[in-house]
């Protein structure tokens, strides 16, 4: 009876063992997609600011057009 035990134990363990080891895995793989996903928006974000920047200038180009008209 004891070595049934032990042998239930140990696959016990086994089990709780990879499924921590499989939780730190899927863990650090979504950190790492958080930190893909963060620098994107970062970079969305700069090529928004630009392009805001490039259109104030257009409108600004166009309205000192219309003045001169």
């Known amino acids: 009876?004891?070595?049934?035990?032990g042998e239930q134990l140990n696959k016990a363990y086994e089990a709780y063992r990879q499924a921590c080891m499989d939780r730190d895995h899927a863990v650090k793989e979504l950190q790492q997609k958080v930190e893909n996903y963060m620098q994107q928006i970062r970079e969305q974000q700069e090529k928004i600011e630009l392009q805001n920047s490039i259109i104030a200038?257009?409108?600004?180009?166009l309205a000192a057009l219309n003045a001169n008209r």
């Not at 009876?1 to 035990?5: G, L, V, Y």
């Not at 200038?57 to 180009?61: A, D």
Request: charged share 40%; hydrophobic share 30%.
């Open 1 to 5: 009876m004891d070595k049934n035990i």
């Open 57 to 61: 200038k257009l409108k600004s180009q």
